[in-house]
């Protein structure tokens, strides 16, 4: 992930990804993201992560590396944290996956524009665009029905979705 800073607003904006090992400086690439400041509920500092062009669906918008945290030390010390917002449950491996970079800013919404895999292997969560999603538009993604705060989107499902889908929202730990 390449990272620059436009100097005339301060916005930290990231490099589209490139998964096929080419450098970066083979090519002229505009950044496609961008993090900014928001507030959605009474959190000190809301970040949130926003396009910065028209992204088709389907786009790898993002691929975030993790951490893995062993289930009894997730219980004993991660779950009674901060971080326990920033986990995504493992099924094959048990415990839980830290979620670093964009990943773990990206905001909930009901419905979401972002959809994920996670690589329990690789310890990697691959964000797509789930639906175009223009210029100026939040990235979101689905934390689930069980939210610790009042959902600014609107209206919760009834349940998460079953956990045995491939569409991985229901294992976002909350």
């Known amino acids: 992930m390449s990272v620059t800073t436009d100097s005339s607003d ?7 990804v490139r998964l096929d090992g080419q450098d970066a400086a083979d090519e002229e690439r505009e950044p496609s ?16 992560v926003f396009a910065l062009k028209r992204l088709a669906k389907s786009t790898l918008v993002e691929v975030a590396h993790c951490i893995w945290v062993p289930k009894a030390e997730y219980e ?27 990943g773990s800013l990206f905001n909930h919404s009901d419905p979401p524009n972002l959809d994920y895999r996670i690589d329990e292997d690789k310890l990697l969560i691959r964000f797509y665009a789930s639906r175009t999603i223009e210029a100026g538009e939040e990235l979101t993604i689905f934390y689930g029905a069980n939210l610790w705060f009042e959902d600014p989107s609107g209206p919760r499902r009834p349940e998460s979705p079953p956990e045995d889908e491939d569409n991985v929202f229901s294992k976002l730990m909350l």
Not at 10 to 16: K, M, S
Not at 37 to 46: A, H, K, L, P, W
Not at 80 to 93: A, I, Q
């Open 76 to 102: 004993d010390k991660v779950s009674k944290t901060v971080f326990e917002h920033y986990v995504f449950n493992c099924k094959k491996r048990g415990g839980a996956m830290l979620c670093l970079g964009l």
């Open 10 to 16: 301060g916005v930290l904006r990231v490099l589209p």
């Open 33 to 48: 993201v961008s993090v900014r400041d928001v507030q959605y509920t009474d959190e000190e500092v809301g970040r949130g």
